[in-house]
């Protein structure tokens, strides 16, 4: 699994990938406002948050295969903001591969030893994957988040290079 960071024709592959406007709004924690209409409008929107973010597509064999968004934070760690996967493709343990080349991407192209991300309650896939590539809860984090008019559960999760 390789990662490189998001290009312009990659707005159409998150398109694709992205069900509906709930699971927009999902992913982006209702950050990034209604679902883009085209790959155009993904990518100027995800420019437009270069500054603060960085976005990476996740390839397998030379097709994409997911994308990811990591965001710096003030104490010099960096926070996992969303991940998508080619729905084609779930299943085939891609999620696992394509955090654990984002976590390798942390510490050598950004030199950080600590990652961090907020997970659904009911997102159990995501949570169980998290896990496997030894991201812990936090405990006592929990938040709810508004989603397209409901309260949804969310647990904080860390990885930590010292947690290996």
Known sequence: ?????????????FLRWVKDEAEFDLLSGGTLGK???TGEEVYRLFEGRKATELR??????????????????DDGSYRVCYVILDQNRRKEGLGQEMMQAALAYCQKELHCTTV????????AAAFHCYQKVGFQVVEGKESVFPVMGKEEVCYEMVWSKSME
Request: hydrophobic share 40%; no cysteine.
């Open 35 to 37: 679902l883009p209409k």
């Open 56 to 73: 990476l597509t996740a390839q397998k064999e030379g097709v994409p295969v997911g994308q990811l968004s990591l965001r710096r934070m």
């Open 116 to 123: 961090s991300l907020v997970v659904f309650q009911k997102n």
């Open 1 to 13: 699994m390789e990662l490189y960071p998001f290009q312009k024709e990659d707005g159409a592959d």
